[in-house]
């Protein structure tokens, strides 16, 4: 009976759609192999989807008190590899630059490494205002760079670079901010 109860814990809604988030991954990466327009508008549907899925598992998982230690481990690695595959594909296809997706790379890897250390210590560090600002401006770039082409009068690749690079301004602050609040962990202190 135990086990069953455990079973129906770990399929609830919310981890559910955050499968269902990692599943997206592939689809978005196939499409990004066509050259022609319609394919990276179709992706930029997919993602818009996976965004979705992440808004409303969270909103799910707190309303329902449905949170799970497999939620809290998949949901932030299903973000991560949704937002670094995406960034990857669109290198070869010259919407970013390698420089830029380097960046956004390294500062993912440095701050899961901080959150590892805190975590160690008993210490959870939750996104900041400035961390919230960099997720909704990358997320809206990434759309913007899957689009690309103008569109109702708007060049989605330009503003998609731009929002990219303002994600990386506020990621670069809120990076700071997180290594200060555990400068005292990594020091010994």
């Not at 630059?97 to 805190?118: D, K, N, T, Y």
């Not at 200060?180 to 010994?188: E, H």
């Amino acid at each position: 009976m135990m086990r069953m109860q455990n079973k129906k814990q770990i399929y609830n809604i919310p981890n559910i759609l955050t499968f269902s988030r990692i599943l997206i991954i592939p689809v978005i990466f196939f499409l990004l192999f066509f050259k022609e327009e319609i394919y990276g508008i179709y992706a930029a549907i997919f993602f818009l989807a996976a965004i979705l899925t992440d808004f409303i598992d969270g909103y799910i998982a707190r309303k329902k008190k449905l949170v799970t230690n497999l939620g809290i481990f998949l949901d932030p690695i299903a973000d991560k590899l949704l937002v670094i595959t995406i960034l990857i594909m669109l290198i070869p296809l010259n919407r970013i630059p390698a420089w830029l997706v380097a960046i956004i790379i390294f500062r993912e890897i440095f701050i899961m490494g901080l959150r590892a250390i805190a975590s160690e210590k008993g210490i959870v560090i939750s996104a900041g205002k400035e961390g919230k600002w960099k997720t909704a401006l990358q997320m809206f770039g990434i759309f913007c760079l899957l689009v690309y082409y103008r569109h109702f009068y708007i060049n989605f690749g330009i503003v998609g670079f731009y929002l990219i690079v303002a994600s990386i301004i506020f990621s670069l602050i809120s990076s700071y901010k997180y290594l200060k609040s555990v400068s005292g962990i990594l020091t010994g202190n």
